[in-house]
């Protein structure tokens, strides 16, 4: 249980585009989800927290009119990469906190962004 | 604020040998403490994770973790590893009382390489 599915695992844009990336909750409803962006051999650092129905909260340093995030049910969020430059290229990885008794983090399968 | 620090960059062991990956975090509150693994290219996978209780918690492909209030430690072990195991190791804290809305905070991870 507590499955967190991502899309598209990779993609390719021209730098311009904006590009959407979308994370479903298949089994549980998912209050609270966490984006992160992971460089080449480093650690996860987290962007932006959105909860339901609310606007997210971006950590210090990320820029919201760029990474635009959307949790507007309790099973879906997205990020949209607006107007994409080479230096957004990254894998992007979501995360929902899990309530009740199987509580915890769980992530998608991560979205790698290539912008040419 | 919370932080983790993962004390080694990069472990190589040999195949069937055993493993430590070391993990000490800080807190000024109740925490919860996670470890999860990476394989290149995918999501994160839940190892083990420690909310309450039993200090030595027990997760999936024979790793396992000590909960060390005194030192601060969450150390991973496995006393005979496998090629599969090679993969990043992440450890990671949450606020157990839901400060921070529930944001957690990574290690910078953990390479470990097993060798045959």
């Known amino acids: 249980g507590a499955v967190v599915s991502q899309h598209p695992s990779r993609v390719i844009c021209k730098s311009g585009t904006s590009v959407k990336i979308e994370c479903r909750s298949l089994?549980?409803?998912?209050?609270?989800m966490f984006w992160y962006r992971q460089f080449p051999k480093q650690s996860l650092m987290l962007m932006a927290t959105?909860?339901?129905?609310?606007?997210?909260?971006?950590e210090q340093g990320v820029e919201k009119d760029k990474f635009l995030i959307n949790h507007a049910s309790l099973t879906l969020s997205t990020l949209t990469v607006t107007s994409a430059h080479p230096e957004d290229s990254s894998f992007y990885i979501c995360?929902?906190?899990?309530?009740?008794?199987?509580?915890?983090?769980?992530f998608g399968s991560g979205t790698r962004l290539t912008v040419v | 604020a919370q932080s983790v620090t993962q004390l080694d960059s990069q472990v190589p062991v040999f195949e069937e040998a055993p493993v430590e990956l070391r993990c000490n975090y800080s807190?000024?509150?109740?925490?919860?403490l996670f470890w999860y693994v990476q394989y290149p290219n995918q999501g994160l996978q839940l190892l083990l994770k420690?909310?309450?209780?039993?200090?030595l918690v027990k997760g999936i492909n024979g790793f396992e973790a000590e909960f060390n209030k005194s030192q601060t430690s969450f150390h991973l072990r496995k006393p005979s590893v496998h090629i599969s195991d090679t993969a990043e190791y992440f450890c990671?804290?949450?606020?157990?009382?839901?400060?921070?809305?529930?944001?957690?905070?990574f290690g910078k991870g953990t390479l470990l390489t097993v060798n045959p």
């Open positions: 420690y909310l309450s209780g039993s200090t």
């Open positions: 990671a804290v949450s606020d157990g009382s839901g400060g921070s809305n529930y944001k957690l905070t």
């Open positions: 995360s929902a906190r899990v309530i009740g008794g199987n509580y915890g983090y769980t």
């Open positions: 959105s909860n339901e129905g609310s606007k997210a909260t971006y």
């Open positions: 089994d549980f409803q998912a209050t609270t």
């Open positions: 807190s000024s509150v109740s925490v919860y």
